[in-house]
């Protein structure tokens, strides 16, 4: 079993960043990929980012050039460093883990508002 415990979350005012942090617990596990998702309200669930165990990352067409997802492998941390926030970035982020056994879990959410 992993623990995902995210952290960042806030309000910020159009323009602004914010980082969010996933980091990732449990016993016996490797982790292949780390990512990023969101939901806002009404709405489904849309993947923000990943990256790979071998560091290749993918973005969503809406945050490309604005969000970067990192990783730190010793930690199993996973990073997402968010600029120039727009309304429409307001959703619940939440952290995704895939182990190399091909096991998924989520974090618990974290709010991002981004006001105008």
């Known amino acids: 079993q992993v623990q995902l415990v995210e952290s960042g979350g806030g309000l910020v005012q159009v323009g602004g960043s914010l980082r969010l942090s996933c980091a990732a617990s449990g016993r016996d596990f490797s982790i292949n990929t780390m990512g990023w998702y969101r939901q806002a309200p009404g709405k489904q669930r849309d993947l923000v980012a990943t990256v790979r165990s071998g560091g290749s990352t993918s973005y969503a067409d809406s945050v490309k050039g604005r969000f970067t997802i990192s990783r730190d492998s010793a930690k199993n941390t996973v990073y997402l460093q968010m600029n120039s926030l727009k309304p429409e970035d307001t959703a619940v982020y939440y952290c995704?883990?895939?182990?190399?056994?091909?096991?998924?879990?989520w974090g618990q959410g974290t709010q991002v508002t981004v006001s105008s």
């Open positions: 995704l883990v895939v182990t190399t056994r091909f096991l998924t879990y």
